[in-house]
């Protein structure tokens, strides 16, 4: 069996350069998540990935699938792709939040639902994406989320202050001036990447 979904995969996988769009949508419906995916990037590179069959790959019971398809998604401007910020799967959220962020061109941006994610998720990778989101947005409605993120692990003390070059105003300003004495380098590095070092430095 598993020879057979090797072989199903890879024949998925090499229709996207074979310009065989029958065994790319055929993979799709396939009983094997690895195999969906494999017919979704084949599919998506066709040209042959409708909406209809997008929305249908982003309610795949298969979080790595949903991943797969939000990828996709966050290039497009179709389908709405907001619900998967309710994900049951951290790692699908992170995947919807980057996804979001993605879509710099939407015109109506969850920045509500992602600054609630910013701040309260209980992954912090998710937190971290929610927050590189708002900062690739520019929301202003996001920017006390942001703000808050300052003050949470390293890795979203970091993003958080990437994030913040979106903004201005004397709380960002002072945001960064704390940043420049945080504890962790990466920090302190991301704010020297942004402004240059501090004076006398």
């Known amino acids: 069996m598993h020879d057979e979904v090797m072989a199903r995969r890879r024949a998925a996988a090499q229709a996207g350069f074979l310009d065989d769009p029958d065994t790319a949508l055929a993979a799709l419906d396939d009983g094997d998540a690895s195999v969906r995916i494999a017919g979704l990037r084949s599919a998506d590179r066709l040209g042959m990935l409708d909406p209809d069959r997008l929305v249908t790959l982003l309610a795949d019971p298969e979080p790595a699938v949903r991943i ?3 990828d996709v998604a966050a290039h497009r401007h179709e389908p709405d792709i907001v619900g998967l910020l309710d994900d049951p799967e951290p790692a699908v959220v992170e995947m919807a939040a980057w996804a979001c962020g993605e879509r710099d061109s939407d015109p109506r941006p969850p920045t509500s639902r992602l600054a609630q994610l910013a701040t309260g ?15 690739a947005i520019g929301d202003e409605l996001g920017l006390p ?3 808050e ?3 949470d692990k390293p890795a979203v003390r970091r993003r958080a202050v990437l994030a913040l070059a979106a903004f201005e105003g004397p ?3 002072a945001a960064w001036e704390r940043a420049r004495t945080d504890r962790d380098r990466q920090v302190r590095d991301a704010v020297d990447e942004l402004l240059g070092p501090a004076d006398g430095a």
Do not use: Q, Y
């Open 149 to 151: 993120a300052t003050t």
């Open 121 to 135: 998720h209980d992954d912090p990778l998710v937190r971290e994406a929610a927050v590189a989101a708002i900062g």
């Open 171 to 173: 709380e960002v300003d």
């Open 145 to 147: 989320a942001v703000l």
């Open 68 to 70: 797969a398809a939000l």
